[in-house]
């Protein structure tokens, strides 16, 4: 049997055995004689063996960093990767089924919907060779559908949400050549984005930007009541007789609007979280304005459940696709 000690009573390490009995598996570190067998580098020096630590087990194992979900830490936020993050999967369409002409231009990322319309009007789009000039005509996803003559064909799906800085307009084209959302995320996609819905140039915040026509629609249409959220600054503390005819409504364009939220955040009354769901324009603006006050500082801080959350004033991110179902399910 091996002998696990020499000649001095010190204890050395056993080598490995296949079984007992057997020869050992490999090359040991120690020869039959007890002596150790040396490790030799690339260049053929002999390199210093690590010592054995004197310290005995404690029968105690350190523990390692717990990460979350058990797995290596996400990237980027969780957001897609480069290679994935403008690839959603598309929704099965009938191509049996007809859909209206500027709804099929929407979303091939060609215009809007009213858009679509001036040009349909204009007579710039042909359907197989004809002309097309009804606004209520209908196309096969089949058909040759042209624009200016070239063909149109339908893009991948984008959506960008964007934390929108001030003195930046809400537009994908300024005559005034003012600074636009669009040069922001100009260099995104390729495909042609537009915002969804609009921001004062002062306004901050939540913007999404996508060239998904449907979804747009759903978001930007009074009757699916799209939840918003704002921080809201005054130029004075607000007065609890103002604060009750706000939450009582006030009269906008022949509408009642009335908050769905409003609450103090701060210690003073002049910060106000505002929770709304009309899609009038400067409805938040002009709802103070009613009421004597002036709006010094407006920022949107949710958006059909969308929020601003590690994105920085001025910067962007693409949705996740949990993002993106939790929109197209209708769940904002």
């Not at 480069?82 to 709804?103: A, I, M, W």
């Not at 009757?223 to 921080?231: D, E, G, L, S, V």
């Not at 929020?307 to 004033?313: E, H, L, W």
Request: glycine share 8%.
């Amino acid at each position: 049997m091996y002998n696990n000690s020499n000649n001095e009573g010190e204890r050395r390490p056993r080598p490995r055995f296949h079984r007992e009995g057997a020869e050992p598996v490999g090359r040991p570190r120690f020869t039959r004689d007890g002596e150790s067998r040396p490790r030799f580098s690339r260049d053929g020096e002999s390199r210093p063996q690590r010592p054995h630590s004197d310290r005995p087990f404690s029968g105690e194992r350190t523990e390692r960093p717990n990460r979350p979900f058990g797995g290596r830490p996400k990237r980027n936020n969780g957001v897609y990767s480069g290679h994935k993050q403008q690839v959603y999967r598309e929704q099965h369409e009938d191509p049996t089924k007809p859909v209206r002409l500027n709804k099929y231009l929407a979303n091939a990322g060609i215009c809007s919907r009213r858009e679509a319309d001036d040009f349909i009007q204009a007579g710039v789009i042909t359907v197989n060779g004809e002309t097309v000039d009804n606004l209520g005509a209908k196309v096969l996803p089949t058909d040759d559908i042209r624009f200016h003559g070239q063909p149109v064909r339908r893009e991948r799906k984008v959506y960008i949400l964007l934390n929108k800085p001030k003195n930046t307009v809400t537009t994908t084209d300024d005559p005034q050549e003012r600074h636009t959302v669009i040069d922001i995320v100009r260099n995104a996609c390729a495909e042609r984005i537009y915002p969804v819905g609009r921001l004062d140039r002062n306004t901050t915040g939540v913007l999404l930007l996508t060239n998904d026509g449907d979804l747009a629609a759903k978001l930007t249409h009074p009757k699916f009541h799209k939840k918003k959220i704002y921080a809201v600054t005054l130029d004075r503390e607000l007065d609890e007789v103002d604060e009750a005819i706000l939450r009582a409504g006030v009269v906008l364009d022949d509408e009642r609007v009335i908050p769905d939220a409003l609450e103090f955040p701060k210690a003073d009354r002049r910060h106000i979280g505002l929770e709304i769901h009309s899609g009038q324009n400067r409805v938040v603006r002009r709802m103070f304005e009613k009421v004597g006050y002036k709006v010094v500082n407006l920022d949107r801080v949710s958006f059909a459940g969308l929020t601003k959350k590690n994105v920085g004033r001025g910067k962007w991110r693409f949705l996740t696709p949990k993002e993106v179902a939790f929109l197209q399910m209708g769940q904002f």
